[in-house]
């Protein structure tokens, strides 16, 4: 029932994005998630492809980040940030990012509809914790087809390929209890809670003073074969 209003407000904005009425947006979707489940391993992932982002997806990444921050951050970050500038800011952050990837790896997954969700991850970034998951964002209609498992086992076999140390780490905020329970279950520990910063450094984009935990992963290789048991598709890697 928690689910109803994600997936109409995904209907809606589809249908606005591209000319449709809702009940062909719904055709759509019901389309998609019946070929998401049959394709040749019988797995969810099974009509998704991987590959290491460029520049160009810089826009699309933007948006997806920012409709992923608006349903999930509501409250934590200001309702004038949400609402105003938080898609020219994530355009920015991507933009910068994915023109100087030295350290770093970002991967996209893309279905027939585009662009369904990414992970970024910073090689040796912490020098106790290790490698930080920076983001791992997935659209609404791929929510719960293991598309989040697919994207961070990757971002865990990245760390393992290019990574001076195999632990790996992310924060994730202290409402978003349903991320906590996902991290759990792939076998993050919670190790500790701190203040949020704020986006950008602008204090005035925070809400009050969340807080955000950190899960760890002192070991990345377990995780990336978890990846590899649920058959998860192969990247596409550009050249470095």
């Keep these: 029932m928690r689910a109803i209003e994600d997936t109409v407000d995904d209907l809606l904005d589809t249908a606005q994005r591209h000319g449709q009425t809702p009940a062909q947006a719904a055709s759509d979707l019901a389309r998609r998630r019946l070929n998401a489940g049959a394709g040749p391993t019988g797995s969810p992932t099974a009509s998704l492809r991987l590959r290491a982002a460029g520049p160009g997806d810089a826009e699309n990444m933007a948006l997806l980040h920012a409709d992923s921050w608006r349903r999930h951050y509501r409250g934590a970050y200001s309702d004038a940030f949400l609402d105003g500038d938080v898609v020219a800011d994530r355009r920015s952050v991507w933009s910068s990012r994915l023109s100087a990837p030295s350290g770093s790896a970002t991967v996209v997954a893309e279905d027939d509809t585009g662009l369904a969700g990414f992970v970024h991850v910073v090689f040796d970034e912490d020098g106790?914790?290790?490698?930080?998951?920076?983001n791992l964002?997935?659209?609404?209609?791929?929510?719960?087809?293991?598309?989040?498992?697919?994207?961070?086992?990757?971002a865990a076999a990245a760390v393992t390929e290019r990574a001076r140390g195999n632990a790996m780490y992310l924060w994730v905020l202290e409402q978003n209890t349903a991320a906590q329970e996902f991290y759990r279950a792939l076998g993050?520990?919670?190790?500790?809670?701190?203040?949020?910063?704020?986006?950008?450094?602008?204090?005035?984009?925070?809400?009050?003073?969340?807080?955000?935990?950190?899960f760890t992963w002192p070991d990345a290789s377990l995780l990336a074969r978890t990846g590899r048991r649920h058959g998860v598709p192969t990247i596409r890697r550009s050249a470095p």
């Design 188 to 214: 993050g520990a919670y190790a500790e809670k701190a203040p949020v910063s704020p986006p950008g450094g602008v204090a005035h984009r925070l809400a009050g003073s969340p807080a955000k935990l950190r």
């Design 128 to 134: 106790r914790w290790g490698s930080l998951v920076d």
């Design 137 to 154: 964002h997935v659209t609404q209609h791929r929510r719960r087809t293991g598309l989040g498992t697919a994207l961070l086992s990757r």
